[in-house]
Nanobody
């Protein structure tokens, strides 16, 4: 069974930084693109950033220049370094990964359980 587990959320003041981590575990053959999404109270879940298996990155306009996505393919982990945080970044942050389980000929999308980020003074 494949699992994604996020960590690193918390309370931070405006202008501060946090680093989120998301680790995939279980019987994994390969991991393709990994994403971060977020969902603020009363809003739809929105895409934040993605990184391909080769390290190509893309960001939403709302976080470009402030957030940095990276990954460690040995540890099956994706990171989100969040700098210059704003109150509007407050949300539950979810990782998503396209993973081929061991023994499978297909890839599937998996979600983590989410980690809360609150930006407030």
């Amino acid at each position: 069974q494949v699992q994604l587990v996020e960590s690193g959320g918390g309370l931070v003041q405006p202008g501060g930084s946090l680093r989120l981590s998301c680790t995939a575990s279980g019987s994994i053959f390969s991991i393709d693109t990994m994403h971060w999404f977020r969902q603020a109270p009363g809003k739809q879940r929105e895409w934040v950033a993605e990184i391909s298996s080769g390290g190509n990155t893309h960001y939403s306009d709302s976080v470009k220049g402030r957030f940095t996505i990276s990954r460690d393919n040995v540890k099956n982990t994706v990171y989100l370094q969040m700098d210059s945080l704003k109150p509007e970044d407050t949300a539950v942050y979810y990782c998503n990964a396209v993973i081929a389980p061991s023994g499978s000929t297909r890839s599937y999308g998996y979600w983590g359980q989410g980690t809360q980020v609150t930006v407030s003074s």
